[in-house]
């Protein structure tokens, strides 16, 4: 079936540096896809978003960038800090702003 | 604080028992989802609501579980005789149409 899904389960990266999270998508339809930040015991935050017709989009310390040849999403986090670690999700939307379909999520460890 | 809440944060019943969360979405936001997300995982869509209208169920959504949005804003989510697989955290999220969708903190529920 189609689906969406990370390359790496596990990223480690030391304070002040730049963070990839990595993300395959198969469903060529898809026009909309999101990164949330989940925390434990908390709910998936709202990252940044990007439509299909974009293939880059700037938000606050975070890019995205989207490969629509390749089928593959990025989130970028400039100047990594310790409040970045957490569980990050790609997401895919389907169908004009339905439901969501999620990966199964990066873990990123921020050392100090 | 006006993002999405939901109630309660954690819930612990015995099989065989039923239970309702509810969720309440940010003010004036028409669409309500509700995702079930278990330890490890992506959140998985459950069910949509365009005002007070169910568009869209899984079949994630067994006939056990039963969704509701009477008013086009608070909206429940009821499992009747639990299982022990039903445990899981339960996600409320709302958007304003094809938008970012804001998600809720969540209910735990464990199933004993």
């Known amino acids: 079936g189609e689906s969406v899904g990370l390359h790496l389960p596990t990223l480690s990266v030391q304070e002040g540096d730049n963070s990839i999270i990595n993300c395959a998508y198969s469903n060529s339809a898809s026009d909309y896809f999101i990164w949330y930040k989940q925390e434990s015991g908390k709910g998936p935050q709202f990252i940044i978003d990007i439509r299909s017709n974009m293939d880059k989009r700037q938000g606050q310390r975070v890019t995205v960038l989207l490969n629509k040849t390749v089928k593959h999403l990025s989130l970028q986090i400039a100047a990594t800090q310790p409040g970045d670690s957490a569980v990050y999700f790609c997401?895919?939307?389907?169908?004009?702003?339905?439901?969501?379909?999620f990966g199964a999520g990066t873990i990123l460890r921020v050392k100090s | 604080d006006t993002g999405v809440s939901q109630d309660p944060r954690h819930k612990i019943t015995k099989r065989g028992q039923n239970v309702t969360f509810r969720c309440d979405p940010i003010?004036?936001?028409?669409?309500l989802y509700w995702y079930r997300q278990t330890l490890g995982q992506g959140p998985e869509f459950l069910t949509y609501?365009?005002?007070?209208?169910?568009?869209?169920k899984s079949r994630l959504l067994s006939d056990r579980f039963s969704a509701e949005r009477p008013k086009g804003s608070f909206s429940t989510l009821e499992i009747q005789r639990t299982e022990q697989g039903d445990s899981a955290m339960y996600l409320c999220?709302?958007?304003?149409?094809?938008?970012?969708?804001?998600f809720g903190p969540g209910t735990r529920l464990t199933v004993t």
């Open positions: 609501f365009q005002n007070e209208a169910q568009l869209e």
């Open positions: 999220a709302s958007s304003v149409g094809q938008s970012e969708q804001y």
């Open positions: 997401a895919e939307n389907m169908e004009y702003g339905n439901k969501l379909v």
């Open positions: 003010s004036e936001h028409n669409r």
